[in-house]
């Protein structure tokens, strides 16, 4: 039996709800009809007991093996498709969900192992969300030059833009912050030991490992 596109597209999104309900420790089948996409039946949550995607027991939603498989390959091509937006293509985080759920439907596992090892093996999206890890993370396979890499990889003398910085460290990035060290800010690393010496416009800056290891930076092939 064929299925038509528009409806596995509204199982995937409907998974995509489940997934992201769950993470916040919400699993209520009402909560999950609340928060359905504009268009979607609720009816699809029948279906897909029936294809065993997810079982309804006690007004609870849980994923089966299946359905979790299929729920994590969706939120890890929509989180790197974002990370992918943001960090090489430099559009907007506030412009970014659409072409996110258009890209969820169509990459196939091959381009997103590639699309994640371009960005140096993400762990969280642009909004804080963890990036579910693939074959490549796992198996540490580099098959493109990675594009988007820790302060901690780049060699001396070379000029990198700040990506982003992954840390839940408040008062941590609120003082990188103020060295001027944020998304967009060239710098240039003079010096990696004893600790790491970095220049951000007149400034030179000395940080630990572990902080220069939370910066994330995009290299420029042209600048070094």
């Excluded at 299929?70 to 790197?80: E, M, P, V």
């Amino acid at each position: 039996m064929i299925i038509p596109a528009q409806k596995i597209n509204e199982v995937d999104e409907t998974l995509e709800v489940i997934w992201t309900l769950k993470e916040q420790g919400e699993q209520e089948l009402e909560a999950i009809k609340d928060n359905l996409p504009e268009g979607i039946n609720p009816s699809v949550l029948e279906e897909m007991v029936r294809r065993s995607l997810i079982n309804i027991k006690d007004g609870q939603v849980s994923l089966t093996p299946e359905g979790k498989e299929r729920a994590k390959q969706i939120i890890r091509r929509h989180r790197l498709a974002e990370r992918l937006l943001v960090d090489v293509l430099e559009t907007d985080t506030n412009n970014i969900e659409d072409s996110a759920c258009e890209f969820e439907h169509i990459l196939s596992e091959k381009v997103t192992d590639s699309i994640c090892t371009l960005l140096g093996h993400p762990r969280e999206c642009p909004h804080g969300l963890p990036i579910p890890k693939g074959k490549c993370c796992l198996e540490a396979k580099k098959m493109v030059e990675s594009i988007i890499v820790p302060l901690t990889s780049v060699n001396i003398g070379e000029l990198v833009t700040v990506a982003y910085i992954l840390t839940k460290n408040h008062p941590r990035l609120h003082r990188l912050m103020s060295f001027g060290i944020a998304p967009g800010v060239k710098i240039k690393v003079h010096q990696r030991f004893p600790s790491y010496v970095i220049q951000v416009a007149e400034t030179q800056i000395a940080l630990e490992e572990e902080i220069a290891q939370s910066i994330y930076v995009r290299r420029d092939t042209h600048n070094t």
